[in-house]
């Protein structure tokens, strides 16, 4: 077993097919999800920032779902923040991983924990979404201070898993939503008003996006098994 475990292959599956056995689990798994939550809103956040416009605050539930309110002075600004979450995750999954095959994992949770800091003190503002972020930076930030290399690799390992696995289902349940429920489909019923797009397309779109996105990660930095 030993042996195994020195086979980077072998290493990097058994940590991914973990990270996917612990997401669902009843307490854990909504608590690891919740990082797939933040940088969903973040996404809408960081647009709204880069188009001149002012975020209010984020929120982000229990249920692992968020919410951002987003203050915008035109309606296409409003239909850029609305893409944004959906397509911001898979794209952070694959830099993730890049940077991962770079051998970068303690830049990586470094870069992990100062965002979550600024998320922490710039717009999350009700009770669950401060609690669960700052138990999320603390133990990042406990595992960076204590520098053990393999728990730092499974970390920056489960952070990059969560992001790669979400980004496809949170897509797939949004499709679902869409499909019976078209009105309460979020980001995608969002869009429609701007648009007139029906939210099952825009669901569809959003899911083959994440689903390119994750063949990428697949493609360029999954070992290939000898």
């Known amino acids: 077993m030993a042996e195994l475990w020195r086979n980077d292959a072998f290493r990097f599956y058994v940590m991914l097919a973990g990270c996917v056995g612990l997401m669902y689990l009843p307490v854990v798994g909504r608590y690891l999800r919740m990082l797939a939550t933040m940088v969903h809103e973040g996404g809408h956040v960081l647009v709204a920032l880069l188009l001149g416009e002012k975020p209010q605050k984020v929120e982000l539930f229990r249920d692992t779902s968020g919410v951002a309110l987003v203050e915008t002075t035109a309606k296409w600004k409003a239909l850029l923040v609305s893409m944004a979450g959906y397509l911001f995750t898979p794209c952070l999954a694959f830099v993730s991983f890049w940077m991962l095959r770079q051998g970068w994992q303690v830049l990586y949770l470094w870069i992990v924990v100062v965002l979550g800091v600024l998320f922490l003190l710039c717009y999350i503002r009700n009770g669950f979404g401060i609690f669960w972020c700052l138990c999320f930076v603390l133990l990042h930030g406990w595992l960076l201070y ?74 360029h930095f999954f070992p290939k098994w000898p």
């Open 146 to 219: 204590r520098d053990h290399p393999l728990w730092l690799d499974v970390m920056a390992r489960i952070d990059a898993g969560v992001l790669f696995v979400d980004a496809v289902c949170s897509c797939l349940i949004l499709l679902r939503v869409a499909l019976k429920n078209p009105k309460q489909s979020g980001d995608a019923a969002n869009i429609a008003r701007f648009t007139h797009v029906p939210p099952l397309l825009t669901a569809l779109g959003f899911t083959a996006f994440a689903v390119y996105m994750d063949y990428l990660c697949v493609i």
